[in-house]
Nanobody, 119 residues
Framework: QVQLVESGGGLVQPGGSLRLSCAAS????????MDWYRQAPGKRRELVAT???????KYLDSVKGRFTISRNNAKNTMYLQMNSLKPEDTAVYYC?????????????WGQGTQVTVSS
């Protein structure tokens, strides 16, 4: 069992920055990869960024060069550094964990944290 808790969301002006955190607990050594998803009102949840236990990363094309996914294994925490934020980045952001490379659907989800980009 894995528990995930997000934090760091809030209100920011366009061009500003936020750093989201996702603290993992439980059977953390079984995690193969962790992801950040986001969901805006009326839209499907979309995958924003992924990081594997080997350090490989992947990003949604629209956030490349602006967002950085990382992890601190000593703290069992994953981060999403978001720079140059745009209004279209407004969404609830969720972290997730996958238990194997052939798993395409997250096994665990956090509760979500709201990010609002508005002037």
């Amino acid at each position: 069992q894995v528990q995930l808790v997000e934090s760091g969301g809030g209100l920011v002006q366009p061009g500003g920055s936020l750093r989201l955190s996702c603290a993992a607990s439980g059977s953390i050594f079984s995690i193969y990869a962790m992801d950040w998803y986001r969901q805006a009102p009326g839209k499907r949840r979309e995958l924003v960024a992924t990081i594997t236990n080997g350090g490989s990363t992947k990003y949604l094309d629209s956030v490349k060069g602006r967002f950085t996914i990382s992890r601190n294994n000593a703290k069992n925490t994953m981060y999403l550094q978001m720079n140059s934020l745009k209004p279209e980045d407004t969404a609830v952001y969720y972290c997730s964990a996958r238990l194997g490379p052939l798993v395409h659907t997250p096994d665990y989800w956090g509760q979500g944290t709201q990010v609002t980009v508005s002037s």
